[in-house]
């Protein structure tokens, strides 16, 4: 597995991805996560581009399977990071950089505009790439269909 990192320090998850909607208590009083990659699966097998999954018992948190056939827009989350696992396919990721000609889709969400001064990574099945908040980010896809994962958490300073 190669490993990217965006800008930033890197926020170590609470959440443990791997088989079968379960959660179980812990000494301190907080539950771990265990979701299976069947289950995280069939989230995306009828979506044709996103979908949303709120980590069940973990408020703040949220898994997107994102399966992309074309080039997605610039995107900057201003209080989320973003850890994205590549499941399956080829593509490159622009991260950092400045964006201009933006405009916010809900709280906290930016899309669109054009990017300048980014890095790019090639990225394939098994790679992790994380993008702290604040960092412009877009997803360019090169061939084929491209299915990823993408784990939203609160950014450390939030």
């Given at each position: 597995?190669r ?50 999954y709120?980590?069940p ?84 896809v ?13 950014h450390?300073?939030?």
């Open positions: 597995m490993v990217i990192y965006g800008l930033g320090s890197i926020a170590i998850l609470s959440v443990v991805l791997g088989g079968a909607g379960a959660t179980g208590a812990t000494a301190a009083g907080h539950e771990e996560t265990f979701v299976s990659a069947a289950e995280l699966a069939s989230k995306v097998q009828s979506a044709s581009h996103a979908v949303a709120e980590v018992g973990i408020t703040g948190r949220q898994v997107l399977m994102i399966r992309r056939d074309e080039t997605g827009e610039a995107e900057v989350h201003t209080e989320l990071d973003d850890t994205i696992v590549i499941e399956r396919g080829t593509a490159r990721f622009r991260v950092g950089g400045a964006i201009t000609g933006n405009h916010q889709t809900g709280p906290a969400e930016w899309r669109g505009g054009t990017m300048t001064g980014w890095r790019e990574y090639t990225v394939s099945a098994g790679d992790l790439l994380v993008i702290p908040a604040g960092v412009p980010h877009q997803a360019i090169t061939s084929g269909a491209f299915l990823y994962l993408t784990i939203k958490t609160p450390a300073s939030r």
